[in-house]
């Protein structure tokens, strides 16, 4: 874990799951440096989690279903 490899179009890519914990492994890491609080990191994270189990479509992120 922990490095993201790109792959060329066509190719199976890694583990949704996996893919999504390096992602916010980095961007929690990012935030840090920033001298966020902990408190702070975490709210964010949990938005970002809520907001991927919804299933939006870009239909319903402009107000039509």
Sequence with gaps: MGQLVYLPTG???P???AFLSDVLT???RAR???NLAHTTVRAYQT???L???CQ???GTAHGRT
Aim: no cysteine; proline share 5%; aromatic share 14%.
């Design 26 to 28: 980095g961007w929690r």
């Design 15 to 17: 583990d949704p799951d």
């Design 32 to 34: 840090g440096v920033r």
């Design 51 to 53: 907001f991927l189990d």
């Design 11 to 13: 190719v199976a890519g």
């Design 56 to 58: 939006w479509t870009a």
């Design 47 to 49: 938005d970002v989690k």
